[in-house]
């Protein structure tokens, strides 16, 4: 038997197969005929995709038949209908769970349902996407009211902050430090191997030394980002691939050693680091074993030089999709990579999920302080948002920080580029992005983020357009694209480093919330 859906229009190009608790299954669907075949390994499956909504803009979709799952069977479903009903289940469930629960005018919001469950009756496509995109905004509207009802019952929280990338300290002089310490709490250092280490036996650990030393002097928390990381650029196409592809222990010794540097230059210094994208980003193909006794003796390390130091687990791709299709085979995937500059994959390159590792650290006696969701890869809707940090908080109960959040204040491509970065975002919120949509989107995450007590902070990924960004000694190198953002248009502050939009609204709310800033965090001096 078989599970069997119609291929429609979507952004993966494929469906993704999940058990009914949401754990992906290595299952990759077969294309034939207009059609996605999975073989039915479990008795009882869920499947996700990622589409784009008219009216709405971007959505991760789950179609589970009011989460109990759908049989096998003969039967070719419809996966926009079936995702459609599934969110409109939830929503409402949700809902009488809010209205019982607080004070909520919901009118409005009820009304979005009804005419939802009318557009479902017919049975044209054009319809189903509508009701999709009525339940989508009934979602939106129903988390941002109970999420402004929670924060004004609690009350403010000193466990909460936003956070920056402290890329471009290094040219950014007074203005960067300025702009940085009046809006963020945290900061996070970009460690990259194979931006510090350009060439082997060249090393410029000295810039991250220089942004470590002005945090510790001005009490700013730190994450160093990545202790850990093999990337498909900065690692992956530099010296060290020669180790990788060909000699295992001799990297594992240089990844140990590289750790052993940093953090007995400041012990202590860091109050996080992170392993990054474990076996996501898997340039070298290692097997599990591999990659995890890296980070088994990478972690011995911190715990005997800086015993005060956080681990943080950072990973993108939030529900695991990536883990349950072949990427080489999907020829949208492959598409988007080369549009991204990115290499083909490797095969099994996505050899393990991340509930996996996770599940292994605990086995192996790693203990994961945090969790770090990138929350970088589509623009989301609120009510998946709030569904996906639910899902990973109640499996493993540890607190969870957004961490390279990235929306950008305009579309097509700016006016810097080196080779295929920064990358021009397609996707959509609500209608195309401009200054006030990124100042409106990161306002409403905020607020979502803000009022989930288990959510630490939001680390905003790019500060400022500006691409004068950290170091010189990159130039002519193939990772000099690393001075570039991720993203185009993606900073607070535009090309002349004055504040957006959204730079100014995210500081009236680190003064609504009470929240913590580099302002408010430095040490008092005579002057003061």
């Given amino acids: ?77 419809d996966f926009w209908r079936e995702a459609t009903k599934s969110r409109l289940f939830r929503v409402k469930r949700h809902l009488e769970e809010a209205a019982g629960k607080y004070n909520l005018e919901l009118e409005g919001i009820r009304k979005r349902i009804g005419r939802a469950e009318e557009l479902l009756l017919s049975l044209t496509d054009e319809d189903v996407e509508k009701a999709l995109c009525e339940i989508l905004k009934a979602g939106e509207q129903l988390v941002l009211l109970e999420a402004q009802i929670k924060i004004s019952d609690r009350g403010d929280r000193d466990d909460f902050c936003f956070m920056g990338c402290m890329k471009g300290f290094t040219d950014g002089g007074d203005v960067f430090k300025k702009y940085f310490s009046r809006l963020f709490g945290e900061a996070v250092i970009p460690t990259h191997w194979g931006c510090v280490e350009p060439n082997e036996g060249e090393k410029h650990y000295d810039m991250i030394f220089e942004m470590l030393d002005w945090c510790t002097e001005n009490n700013i928390p730190v994450r160093g980002h990545a202790l850990v990381w093999f990337s498909d650029w900065w690692e992956g196409e530099n010296w060290m691939a020669r180790y990788g592809n060909h ?11 590289r750790a052993e540097y940093m953090l007995s230059s400041r012990p202590n210094a860091f109050t996080y680091v992170d392993f990054n994208e474990p076996l996501q980003s898997n340039p070298f193909n290692f097997t599990f074993d591999q990659h995890f006794q890296i980070c088994k003796e990478v972690y011995q390390v911190i715990r005997r030089l800086s015993p005060k130091t956080k681990l943080m687990v950072n990973f993108y791709d939030e529900w695991q999709g990536n883990y349950g299709f072949d990427e080489n085979s999907i020829p949208e995937v492959r598409d988007w990579k080369k549009s991204y500059g990115l290499p083909e994959s490797v095969p099994n390159r996505y050899c393990v999920s991340i509930a996996d590792f996770l599940d292994r650290c605990k086995q192996e006696g790693i203990k994961v302080d945090v969790l770090g969701l990138q929350f970088h890869d589509y623009p989301y809707d609120l009510f998946n948002t709030m569904e996906m940090i639910n899902w990973w908080h109640d499996r493993y109960h540890l607190p969870i920080q957004l961490t390279e959040v990235s929306t950008p204040s305009n579309t097509g491509r700016c006016r810097f580029h080196m080779g295929n970065r920064p990358v021009p975002v397609t996707k959509y919120w609500h209608r195309p992005w401009d200054a006030r949509l990124q100042e409106e989107w990161y306002r409403k995450f905020s607020t979502l983020f803000y009022s989930m007590d288990c959510v630490q902070g939001v680390t905003c990924w790019s500060l400022s357009d500006e691409p004068a960004q950290w170091a010189e000694f990159l130039a002519g190198h193939p990772n000099e694209k690393f001075r570039l953002q991720a993203f185009d248009f993606d900073g607070l502050l535009d090309y002349e480093n004055n504040p957006k939009p959204a730079y100014y609204g995210l500081c009236e709310l680190t003064e609504e919330w009470n929240l913590k800033t580099g302002d408010k965090l430095r040490p008092k001096t005579e002057a003061d």
Avoid at 27 to 51: L, P, W
Wanted: aromatic share 14%; charged share 30%.
């Fill in 1 to 77: 038997m078989q599970y069997k859906w119609k291929k429609q229009k979507s952004t993966l190009g494929t469906y993704v197969m999940y058990d009914t608790g949401r754990n992906p299954q290595k299952n990759y669907g077969r294309h034939e005929d207009g059609v996605i075949c999975f073989e039915a390994t479990i008795d009882r499956a869920v499947f996700m995709s990622k589409v784009d909504v008219q009216g709405f803009g971007g959505a991760i979709l789950f179609a589970d038949n009011e989460e109990k799952g759908y049989e096998p069977s003969e039967e070719i479903r």
């Fill in 247 to 257: 000699d295992y222990e001799a990297f594992k010794k240089l990844v140990v050693e």
